[in-house]
């Protein structure tokens, strides 16, 4: 224990035995077994968390061989329970200043790549005017609903291990939604209170583009553990996305990054093209001083997947653009981790470490 004591969380910037991270330890005719509890199953660094327990563990006398397990439980943002009673852990709200950029795709492929990492994984669009998260994974209408506490509560629909609640599901394709600002508001916190989520690790949040009634009524209805903002590479993509990531800091949510989607195309001789430029999410988050998480590559096959409700993550997991979606989503879920810890533990919150 006082070798593992050495070694330090990456994330966390603290030793795994402080964070009551070591559990189970035994020893038996110098083979050490120990389960790493983590903070989220889609860690992105167990790999060198990994190396370094068993390099300090190599000093020790006596030690011929080391096991090691993996379990992980996502530290709760308390604030949530103590608004509303729904059994969510963290909270990540999705956006952009502008339509068209992929944030439903991000968001999508997100939810689907922690909920195959072994977390469990709601997604809300709360796109209430053009829902479309339904579509991209391919479900159109929910279960029945049922009474729970004497409340008739809507079951959410389940695709890919994820829980989804969508207006689409709601109102006929072609039917328009002309809503004010209040309708808009009891349908957000309706999805949130009347819906049996159930226990979540992380519930998603689909925003629409903009930084209007919806975006607002959200951070009413629920508090934010983090939000991370899609744009396109560039300037005026740039712009409507630094609107977007103003509206979370005004709100007082913590911005967990900046994600560049459509970054660049892979041609057939293997070069790339820059269709729409590069580099303006990267400028965008240095510019805000907030983290860049990533950037994704033009992909035929990431509208196919969308078309037919098939995410790319699932349809072609080894193709650049899935690779790419699945970093972010570690990344990501390392930064939640992170977030929902100083929350947790009444620390003031930062806009995280880069």
């Not at 070591?22 to 005719?29: A, G, T, Y």
């Not at 993996?70 to 709760?76: E, I, L, N, R």
């Not at 983090?226 to 993509?237: H, K, M, N, Y």
Request: proline content about 7%.
């Amino acid at each position: 224990m006082k070798a593992l004591g050495t070694v330090i969380e990456p994330e966390l910037h603290k030793d795994l035995v402080a964070l009551n991270m070591i559990r189970d330890l035994k020893i038996e005719d110098g083979a050490v077994n120990f389960t790493i509890m983590l903070t989220t199953p889609a860690c992105p660094l167990r790999h060198v968390m990994d190396a370094d327990c068993r390099k300090a563990l190599s000093e020790v006398l006596g030690v011929e061989s080391v096991s090691i397990q993996w379990g992980s439980s996502v530290p709760a943002d308390n604030r949530i329970m103590g608004q509303l009673s729904l059994p969510v852990k963290t909270t990540l709200a999705i956006a952009s200043g502008k339509g068209g950029v992929g944030k439903s795709t991000v968001a999508v492929n997100v939810a689907v790549s922690l909920a195959q990492s072994g977390a469990s994984v709601g997604l809300l669009d709360a796109d209430i005017y053009g829902p479309n998260t339904n579509i991209m994974l391919g479900v159109h209408r929910m279960p029945p609903p049922v009474e729970e506490n004497g409340k008739q509560k809507m079951i959410p629909a389940m695709a890919y291990g994820v829980k989804l609640m969508s207006m689409g599901f709601l109102v006929k394709p072609s039917q328009p939604l002309i809503w004010r600002g209040p309708m808009l508001h009891s349908a957000i916190r309706q999805f949130l209170t009347d819906v049996a989520w159930g226990e979540l690790d992380y519930l998603i949040v689909d925003l629409p583009p903009g930084t209007g009634d919806a975006q607002l009524s959200l951070t009413q209805a629920v508090p934010l553990t983090g939000g991370v903002i899609v744009t396109l590479p560039q300037e005026v993509s740039q712009a409507d996305a630094l609107r977007g990531l103003n509206m979370f800091k005004q709100l007082d949510v913590p911005v967990l990054g900046v994600v560049e989607n459509m970054s660049y195309m892979t041609l057939p001789d293997g070069s790339t093209f820059d269709l729409f430029g590069r580099g303006g999410g990267r400028k965008l988050a240095e510019m805000t001083e907030v983290p860049f998480i990533g950037e994704i590559p033009i992909d035929p096959l990431v509208r196919v997947g969308g078309d037919e409700g098939t995410p790319i993550v699932v349809s072609h997991p080894e193709s650049p653009a899935a690779k790419a979606l699945v970093a972010i989503a570690n990344d990501i879920a390392a930064k939640i981790s992170v977030q929902a810890m100083k929350m947790r533990n009444n620390l003031i919150p930062i806009q995280m470490i880069a």
